[in-house]
């Protein structure tokens, strides 16, 4: 009986220790929650690129691909890490109660929705710029040839850091936008204020999209509004078009 009885404790004991180890894990990695298309994975970003797949843990230190038409959401404590087409993305740090998080755009499109921060400081970069979060919604962009950056706050606050900026940042307010050209030259601010609206987008966006080129990704969240783009733009999966 004594023997039984120590059996099943034991096996409890086990069974408990695995469900810890696996929510550990859960927490100190993003998940892949959606993915469209051929997405590709460098384990510490270095060495060969294998495929990426829905459910797939994302740690730190690994470089998300996608191709074209490709893209895909990471989930990690809440927080929502959107890789668009032709991107790479770096996950530099995935924050928790002791240290700050940090991505890098290194090329292409991402969006991102922070949340749960707890205090804890966020920075997504490119290679020529820096936005620093304490939870919000934005979009970061970098093109590799021009070396140009431009991010777009949705929600909330960013400071900015890239050329042009004081030394203390610009903050970027919800409803505006920052280019940095990649020669270095100043910066150049944009207000979306009545132009898009929650989940819509009307027909004064299209004339910044071609000052913007990038400003196309942000129609898979704010669907065209009394205006057709030229090229079709799918739907976002949960954020804005889905949501309308």
Not at 62 to 69: E, F, L, M, R
Not at 151 to 176: A, R
Not at 187 to 206: A, C, H, L, N
Request: charged fraction near 25%; include cysteine; charge should be positive.
């Amino acid at each position: 009986m004594k023997l039984r009885v120590w059996m099943i404790l034991s096996l409890t004991l086990s069974i408990g220790s695995l469900v810890l180890i696996s929510q550990e894990t859960k927490e100190k990695d993003a998940r892949v929650s959606f993915l469209i298309g051929k997405v590709q994975l460098q384990k510490a970003g270095k060495g060969n690129w294998s495929v990426l797949k829905q459910g797939d843990l994302v740690s730190e230190g690994d470089i998300v691909s996608t191709g074209n038409a490709s893209k895909t959401t990471l989930l990690y404590k809440g927080s929502e890490f959107k890789v668009l087409p032709n991107t790479k993305l770096k996950i530099s740090s995935l924050y928790n109660e002791s240290k700050d998080g940090k991505l890098e755009v290194q090329s292409g499109f991402a969006w991102f929705q922070l949340v749960n921060l707890k205090g804890k400081k966020f920075e997504v970069t490119t290679p020529t710029t820096t936005a620093g979060v304490r939870g919000t919604a934005f979009s970061a962009f970098h093109d590799v040839k021009s070396k140009d950056s431009s991010f777009c706050t949705c929600e909330g606050k960013v400071l900015m850091n890239g050329s042009g900026d004081p030394k203390d940042g610009t903050m970027q307010e919800k409803g505006n936008g920052g280019y940095y050209p990649g020669d270095g030259a100043e910066p150049k601010r944009s207000s979306y204020d009545g132009i898009i609206v929650k989940f819509k987008s009307f027909p004064p966006f299209k004339d910044l999209m071609k000052k913007n080129i990038s400003l196309k990704n942000c129609l898979s969240c704010h669907t065209p509004q009394g205006w057709t783009p030229e090229d079709a733009v799918p739907t976002d999966e949960t954020y804005g078009g889905g949501k309308i």
